[in-house]
Every structure is written in C-alpha cells, then in structure tokens.
C-alpha cells in the first residue's frame, strides 16, 4: 500500500480545483448522493438533449476521493450519449471491482479506457475508500433512473 | 506527564502488533477501547471451564455461570456506587437508551409534551426518542451550546417549560470533550418534574461516576468503550422509575409467568434483560472494571487529562488546523476533533492510518451537531489508558506528513 497510489497529483487537481462546479437551472436530470457513514454529499444537476448530456453540475462537499472522482466524471459525461454514458458507469465500476468485468478491459488496467479517471484505480487498495469513489457515479445513476422513471 | 501509564501497554496483545509496518498508534478510544489480556482471559476461562446457560439448569456449569453473571452484576453496582438491583444489563448504551425510550417513554409521553436534548447528542441518544415522538406525539427541543462549546445553561432554563417531560443529555460530549453539568441539570430537571436521563457511555469509562451524586433517573454505559467486550452495557435506574417501566423487550428470563394471553414479569432488574443475556460479556465487564479500579479512575482521569492538554497545545502549532472543542480543559474529556484547511478528515485519517496511526473520521454518529458547527465531518483523537505522549509525537508528525502530501502551504 503506497499512498502516492492513491492520492495521484490529478486526483488533487481535481480537488484542489473541481470542474463543472455549480447548479443547472431548469436540469433535465436530479441526483443525490449522501454516505451516511462519513457524511459526504453529492448533488448532480444534468442538461440532455438528443439524448446526450449537454451540460454537468456538481455540487456537495466530501474527501478528496468523492470530489476528484466527480469532478473527472463531470468531464468525461460531457458531451457524451447516454449509452455511451452507461458504458462508463460500467467502466468505472469494473475498474474499482465493485462490478463484474466484461472481455473487452484490460484485467491489469480496467481504467485505461477511462482516461484521468484511471488515476482512481489505486482506491482499488483501500477498500473503505472505494465508496467515496463510487459516490458520484452511484448518484449518476440515480439521476438518470429518476429521468427515466 | 505526572500520570504514567506506560507500564500497562504489555497488558494490550494489540498494542504490539504493526501497521504497514509502522507500530500501531491507537487515537480511537471513544469509538471503542482496546482489550487487556486479563478481560480476554476472564471470558476466555468462562467460556472453557464454566459455560452454561444462566437461570436455567440445575447443574454445575449453569450455576456457576449464573455466580459469575451476579458477580459481575456486584462489580458493577460497586463501580457506580449502586445496589446490584439497580444494575440492568443491556446490549450496550444504544439497547439502554432504547430501552428507557420505549419502556418509559412510550407509556408516559403524551401529545403536548416535550423530549428535551441536546444538540450535542450522539444519534444514540437523539434517534430513539425520534421514534417515541412519533409514536406518542410528543416533540422534540434542543439545548444549544455556546461559542465556547459549553451547554448554554440559560437557554436550556427557558427551554425547561412545564411541557418538558424528559431531559435527556449526555455526560460527555464524543465530538467536542464537553462536559455538561449533569449534576446541577438534574437537580433542576427533576424538580421540574421531568425524567432525567444520561448517555452515559463517554462518561462512565474517564471519570469516577457515583450514580446517586449525579442524581438522575437513568443512566447508560457501555462495556466496550472501557477495556470490556461488545455486545454487553448496562442500565441504571432509580428504582421508583424502573418500576414505572414497561420492559422493552419481551421473552424468557424477564418473565413471572406466562398465560395463553397475558404475562407477568420478573423481578427487577430481570424483566430487563429478556433472552440469554450477554453474561461471558459481563463477566469480561467486571474484569474490566477491576483493570480499572487497580488503577484507580481518578488516575485515569488525570491521565486523560494530560494527554488531553498535550495534545491541545500541540495541535494549535499546525498551520490552518481548527480545534472544535473547548480549549479550557475543565470539565473537558479526552476526545479532540478537528478539521485542517485544504485536507478532508478523510484523507487525513487515510494519510495516518499509513503511519499506522488509528483515528477517526466522519460526523461521529453527531450529525445535528456536525451541521451546528458547520464541519460535516471532523478528524477525531481520543486517549485512553493506554496511550503515552510519544503517541502524540506521532500523530503531530503525520499531520505534518499529510500537509506536505497534499501540498497544503
């Protein structure tokens, strides 16, 4: 276990600096995401249109793991469709084993499809880490279900 | 340190293990103590030479587990200065507080009447009283504290209307240390009439408690948080108020008789204690207590105290970190929560468990007080018997170690 593992300098960019912080009037797509063991919030505002997500907000407050990990999701979903999307869920969960892998991942390096997210695939050590990592795609998810439903 | 302990670190197996090979630095007390070899060698010898089923056979083992379950009872009463009838054993103060709740509560609440806490309670002591509301209607009010984090006496006065029927209040803080006059709030509580009740659970393992100077109705405690074993706590209760109470939970050993229809219940405290009781846990209990008698609790309070104050002193030298807590130690225990600019509690608590130093992190079960203070979660060290200033040494070092890991200028 090397700490330097896990606290890669992107991941601490990110919380240093998070991206697509804020609110979106009017979002197409809500979601909420608390831990109740540690206390850290994760509120998703979504913009989509056509079927792709416009635009991305994020809000809440956590470790540096939660928000690195929202921060790098707000940019890889940008722009993105929303299979495409599904697919990095996948990805995402693959990589921090919290969900099978399919054949088409790299077992050694599941987040190299994942581009800066793959600096989270060290939480994959800490395992009472992983939650704070999974926090904000859990709240994708949510959000893109409460749409759906 | 004028109170040194350090000879009873060889009596903690766990003490001598590592953590990514760093020796272990226990800072976690208030969640739950580590276990000397005589607590472990108590249940252990329960549990090979004199196990049986308490109350129930007429054979040896039975019997002699029954001795050692009523012994351990003795121990305890002794301990808060009580009658061994006065002594419950519950699941830990969780099951205690529930208890009261429920078994008191539920039957004397009514619409219009108001449950007086705290806003630093634990969730242990807001929650059940949550359910009991609901359930009777009665409301809900919290006596704030002050910038200093003392309890604000003068609001919980005004607070203390005719309508306050319990007042439920812990004896220590386990966020911020801060120990509320119980004594004094009792005495005025009960005057007024209400049902005092105190989360004890901070309080009984750090300071001598006598139950009858407290003077309030009922108190909870629990074994782990003071050298002894999960799964087993206990409640106090005066006497006139245990009788006002309905048991909480129902099944063997807490009954008289039981009709097709109808039962009656046991003597007190028995009717409290339904199912098989946690009784090689209360055995492991009062071998924690004797632990702690031969060193005497004054001792371990003035123990507390200096590490308390070391720590205190030590901590306000780190550049960008907030104590939450008072910083006049009277009347303060042995837990310091703080937060440091740039770094989440998490991520410290992560950075020291790699120095294999053990804290905790999170809004500590406290979250209506976490709110109050505006810190979600906090970094938490907490002393016990056990720890010796070079612990200190080495929690200020990874604090630093963090700071530079997170670039934190």
């Not at chain 2, 809900?140 to 007042?167: E, G, S």
């Not at chain 2, 106090?236 to 108020?241: A, I, K, Q």
């Not at chain 2, 055995?283 to 031969?294: C, E, N, Q, S, T």
């Amino acid at each position: 276990m090397s700490l330097e593992d896990l606290y890669r300098q992107v991941i601490l960019d990110h919380y240093r600096s998070p991206r697509n912080q804020g609110h979106i009037e009017g979002c197409d797509a809500h979601g909420e995401g608390h831990n109740p063991l540690c206390g850290d919030e994760i509120f998703l505002d979504l913009a989509i249109g056509d079927d792709t997500v416009i635009d991305v907000a994020i809000s809440g407050q956590g470790c540096s793991i939660s928000q690195a990990s929202a921060s790098m999701m707000s940019e890889a979903i940008k722009g993105k469709t929303l299979v495409e999307v599904d697919d990095l869920i996948h990805r995402f969960k693959v990589m921090m084993n919290v969900e099978q892998g399919d054949d088409g991942l790299d077992p050694a390096r599941p987040g190299a499809v994942l581009g800066d997210l793959e600096a989270l695939q060290g939480v994959r050590k800490f395992p009472v880490r992983i939650k704070c990592a999974s926090l904000p795609w859990t709240t994708l998810e949510e959000a893109l279900a409460t749409r759906e439903g | 340190m004028k109170t040194d302990l350090s000879h009873l670190r060889t009596d903690f197996p766990i003490l001598s293990r590592t953590i990514h090979d760093k020796p272990l630095v226990f800072l976690d007390s208030a969640a739950s103590s580590q276990k000397p070899t005589q607590v472990l060698d108590a249940m252990d010898d329960l549990y090979r030479s004199r196990y049986g089923n308490v109350y129930r056979g007429a054979y040896t083992l039975s019997e002699e587990s029954t001795a050692a379950y009523e012994s351990a009872r003795s121990t305890v009463a002794r301990f808060i200065g009580t009658s061994p009838t006065q002594v419950a054993f519950v699941h830990g103060t969780t099951s205690g507080l529930n208890t009261i709740a429920y078994g008191w509560g539920l039957n004397h609440l009514k619409s219009g009447d108001t449950i007086l806490l705290t806003l630093m309670e634990h969730h242990a002591n807001i929650v059940p009283w949550q359910m009991v509301a609901r359930y009777t209607g009665a409301r809900l009010a919290y006596t704030p504290f002050t910038a200093d984090y003392r309890l604000d006496l003068d609001a919980f006065a005004d607070l203390l209307d005719d309508t306050v029927k319990v007042v439920a209040i812990t004896g220590m803080s386990n966020v911020l240390g801060t120990m509320p006059p119980v004594g004094e709030i009792a005495a005025i509580a009960r005057d007024r009439g209400a049902l005092v009740v105190v989360d004890a659970a901070q309080l009984v393992p750090h300071f001598p408690v006598e139950v009858n100077e407290i003077g309030a109705d009922f108190l909870a405690f629990s074994g782990h948080k003071m050298l002894g074993p999960t799964g087993v706590g206990v409640l106090w209760g005066r006497m006139d108020r245990f009788e006002e109470m309905e048991p909480y939970e129902g099944g063997g050993e807490m009954i008289s008789d039981v009709q097709l229809e109808s039962s009656t219940w046991a003597p007190i405290p028995h009717r409290f204690e339904a199912g098989t009781p946690p009784f090689v846990e209360a055995v492991g209990l009062a071998a924690a207590i004797d632990y702690l008698d031969a060193i005497g609790m004054e001792t371990v309070a003035a123990h507390d105290h200096e590490l308390t104050t070391l720590a205190l002193a030590r901590l306000a030298g780190i550049p960008g970190l907030t104590i939450y807590g008072p910083k006049d130690t009277t009347d303060r225990g042995g837990v310091v929560s703080f937060t440091m600019d740039g770094i989440h509690p998490h991520d410290i608590a992560t950075i020291l468990d790699g120095e294999g130093i053990a804290i905790r992190a999170g809004h500590h079960c406290a979250r209506p007080l976490a709110r109050t203070i505006g810190a979600p979660a906090t970094a938490r060290v907490s002393f016990y018997v056990y720890n010796v200033p070079t612990d200190v040494d080495a929690l200020v070092a990874g604090l630093h170690k963090a700071r530079e890991l997170f670039d934190v200028a």
